[in-house]
């Protein structure tokens, strides 16, 4: 069983009130999540990334289209007891300390109280949050509202977790700690659906991703799938002679960047193998051969320009 | 167990603001005040004037004296403070950042609005029980006339706000505004209900003087119907204070009628709005 099902999911906003003229924020998107997985969710400004989720926890509604959370409509409320959720620019009560924003929202998310006291400990000690936990929360630092809130969205041991920009705000350290907790939630069973402009972050820790524009699905699958162009490899080698260079240029319209290096496009193995053969033959020394991959970045930009021609 | 957090989460925003700490310190100086003003010489020198003059007993003064403490001027006072403290707490509830962890989380949204309605007044009924709880003992124990149903007055007046509170939510839902909801809940409460109210006392004694056309009759009469009657269960109250009974249990009716109209469209328009 998926742990999140979409099917045709559209939802489109009135643009003003009285008015016909609809803002289209999403448009029949479809895909589905797997436990164990960490799930990103990936588009520009005004995508649809956050309708989506919204819908996902009946923050929003659908207005055409099905989704489905651990088998069940998003509209039971009781599945929201094994789900989690950090949203963007969230906002606790601003008189309590982060011990009693734990307690509270741990409390709302159903746990039990006895339960709730040593979780509460665990959680801000994972977060590193432990030695703040008895000062309010105004005086928090925006990194520090971060931690906290990925704490929140724990609380409740959920199987499913919704983080809108977790990183969001916080330093270097503190980013490379929150993926590690992430990677560990993954190891236990858990499915994180991460929301986020940082992709290299995403590229880092996603298994799958999902890819919107103006409301559409434009690309989904794995990272690696999406990342790697196929069939496509860099070779680093010494010094190469004119002839050889003028070979590759020719026979298999090489990409040379200096003496050194080049990226040849090959129909297959064999043809891999063939330039390979071809170089020790000609006693050059082979350093690395890599099979060349786009960065996320690169291939989330290639694709947004794609759409929009 | 979920309701009673977001219930209890109510109460401790209430007092984090202080607005607990405030009607507190408020009503303990009016009792202090009272305190002061009513002193043994003062209740000797009224038992005194009462026998000399013939007049009334103690009894009966005291029960004029209670009557008066929730007589309309206090209770308007007290009911539009209420009004204008709990009108924060919906709009600051559906900010953002707060609503969307809100409505994440396993309570529904029909439980959403009524632990807001139940917080409410169970924060109200506090706050007169010990306004009014202690005027009635300081009264009592000055006069010796413990005159029970004096604190009857706690649960209408409760019931008043419960009344007019349905709409500071709705509106406050709709509007997701603050100041909007105090202006359009005091407009409603006054003048606009009071006016009603005065033209429909006019309407059930002998017609002198002005004259409404029927057209104008019908209306006013419809919109006194449909709104809430807190003036008119003011009376019904101040007739039970004073040992008496209700005429007419009408006004009542047909103001929880409207207080069940008002939280009906509260959830319901909650439960279809986007957030």
Known sequence: MSVIEIKE????????????????????????TDTSEIFGLLGPNGAGKTTLVKILLGITFSTSGDAKIFGRPVSDVNTKKKIG?????????????????????????????????TRTVEYLGMVGMEKWKNTKIKKYSKGMMQRLGLAQSMINNPDLIFLDEPTDGVDPIGRKEIRDILIHLKSKGKTIF????????????????????KGILIKEGSVEDITTKANTYKFNTNELNDKIMNLLLNQHKAVLNGRNEFLCNVKDVEELNGVIDYLRTEKILILSVQQEKNSLESMFINLIEQQKN | ???????????????????????????????????????NSTVEGIQSMLESTGGSGMKEA???????????????????????????????????????????????????????????????????????????????????????????????????????????????????????????????????????????VYFENDKQGVVFGPVTETIIKFFYNILPKAWAIQDICENIVKGGAAVSYQPLITSLLFMGVMLSLAILYFNKKDY
């Not at chain 1, 991460?194 to 524009?213: F, G, Q, Y």
């Not at chain 2, 609503?99 to 529904?108: E, Q």
């Open chain 1, 9 to 32: 999911l559209t939802k489109h906003f009135s643009a003003k009130s009285f008015s016909k003229e609809k803002i289209k924020a999403l448009e029949k998107v479809s895909f589905t």
């Open chain 1, 85 to 117: 959720y950090l949203p963007e620019n969230h906002r606790f009560p601003q008189y309590l300390t982060g011990e009693q924003v734990i307690n509270y929202f741990g409390k709302l998310s159903g746990v039990n109280s006895k339960v709730l006291k």
């Open chain 1, 194 to 213: 991460l929301n986020s402009h940082l992709l290299s972050e995403i590229e880092l820790i996603c298994d799958r991703v999902a890819i919107l524009n």
């Open chain 2, 1 to 39: 167990m979920v309701l009673i957090t977001f219930i209890t989460g109510i109460f401790k925003e209430a007092l984090a603001k202080k607005i607990i700490l405030a009607i507190f310190a408020f009503f303990s100086l009016l009792i202090i005040l009272l305190v002061l003003a009513i002193t």
């Open chain 2, 62 to 200: 005291v029960v004029t004296f209670e009557a008066g403490i929730i007589s309309k001027i206090p209770m308007f006072m007290l009911i539009a403070s209420f009004m204008i403290i709990v009108s924060s707490f919906v709009p600051d509830m559906l900010k953002k950042g707060y609503i969307d962890l809100m409505l994440s989380k396993p309570i529904s949204r029909t439980k959403i609005v009524l632990g807001q309605f139940i917080a409410g007044i169970i924060l109200v009924f506090t706050a007169l029980l010990f306004l009014l709880g202690i005027i009635w003992i300081v009264i009592s124990a000055k006069s010796g006339i413990w005159h029970v149903p004096f604190l009857y007055s706690i649960f209408w007046f409760t019931l008043i706000f419960a009344i007019l509170y349905s709409a500071v939510i709705l509106i406050g839902i709709m509007t997701r505004s603050t100041i909007l909801t105090i202006l359009i809940n005091l407009l409603m409460f006054f003048p606009v209900s009071f006016l009603l109210y005065l033209a429909n």
